[in-house]
């Protein structure tokens, strides 16, 4: 999550708005936290990059919102090659993660990288290719670096309802509407769809009454994200 000093430079209400948007965010039902599905880590950068928590922090949504909505805020520039490097390394089974399940980063900023410009979306590529984590980025304001920010997410494409492409997302404002809530979550839980597993071939059996089904083989759907590191 992007902490610099442009984000409360014209209202220093944005960075709590940025908080809350992401705790909108989480509450979207697919990403099951409460019950061990989904886990979130957090880091926060400036000048410098900060691990807030890991994956291993927090099993309750409440208690990942709480720490997102108490995140202080710490201005100055923009490194965000530094703070892709420092995802990571969150990204290993000391630090919570599950090999076995997919891995997601959103990036929050509002402008460009200003430290080691060159490199952000070399690391990101990085991620995306070297440790296969799908990067999907939400550029605030039209002041950010259009390219840097929608070659971050690895996609290019033409703005449609603000959605640039399928991993790239922008918000005019720092006033986050609800179809970009809707569109953003969506988008995520999509690429990391698990279907529940398809009941077992058996013999054939006089159906019992309708509304007497047992439901356990029920077609549905959970999104197992299991590393989504909120950048």
């Known amino acids: ?109 509002d402008g460009e990288s200003t430290s080691e410009a060159g490199d952000t979306v070399e690391v990101a590529q990085s991620l995306r290719v070297d440790n296969d984590i799908s990067v999907y980025t939400v550029g605030i304001t039209r002041n950010i670096d259009r390219d840097e920010v929608e070659r971050m997410s690895g996609l290019r494409g033409t703005a449609t309802r603000g959605v640039l492409n399928q991993h790239f997302f922008l918000s005019p404002t720092f006033t986050f509407d609800e179809q970009l809530v809707t569109s953003l979550s969506t988008t995520i839980c999509r690429d990391v769809i698990v279907p529940t597993p398809p009941p077992p071939t058996l013999p054939p059996v006089t159906p019992p009454p309708i509304g007497t089904v047992p439901g356990r083989y029920a077609k549905g759907y959970a999104c197992a994200c299991a590393c989504l590191c909120l950048l």
Do not use: C, H
């Not at 430079?9 to 944005?14: A, I, S």
């Not at 201005?75 to 399940?101: E, H, M, W, Y």
């Open 1 to 109: 999550m992007d902490s610099s000093g442009s984000i409360n430079w014209l209202n220093d209400q944005n960075y709590g708005r940025m908080k809350d948007f992401i705790n909108q965010f989480l509450d979207y039902p697919q990403f099951d936290i409460d019950n061990g599905m989904t886990r979130v880590a957090l880091v926060y950068f400036s000048d410098f990059p900060v691990a807030e928590f890991d994956f291993r922090n927090f099993s309750r949504k409440a208690q990942v919102q709480n720490a997102v909505t108490n995140v202080p805020y710490l201005g100055f520039k923009t490194d965000t090659s530094a703070a892709l490097n420092l995802a990571r390394t969150i990204f290993t089974p000391r630090r919570g993660d599950r090999p076995q399940v997919a891995n997601a980063i959103l990036i929050l900023t």
